[in-house]
């Protein structure tokens, strides 16, 4: 859940309890390039999960992308020196 909310990736209600609850590993297989997870036994599988597992993974990677080339993310908060210095504690 930490992932999909710094990246503000909205999670229906539902599938947040489903991933707290249920969700045991998300996993990379370079071999197929896709993603997968695993699940509790005795769970029932989620509906919304791998459309969010893609748009997780989009974000990672742009993000990755910025970082690999020096620059902020857009919508990251990005201060330069004045304003930093004109911030109170």
Known sequence: MQLFREHEIPVPLKTQGWIINSLHSIRYDPQIGEWNYRYFKGSRNSTKMFD??????AAIQTRQQF???????????????????DMEL
Do not use: A, N, R
């Open 52 to 57: 969010l597992l893609s748009k997780l993974s």
């Open 67 to 85: 970082e690999e080339h020096g620059m902020s993310p857009p919508d990251s908060p990005v201060l330069d020196c004045e304003e930093e210095q």
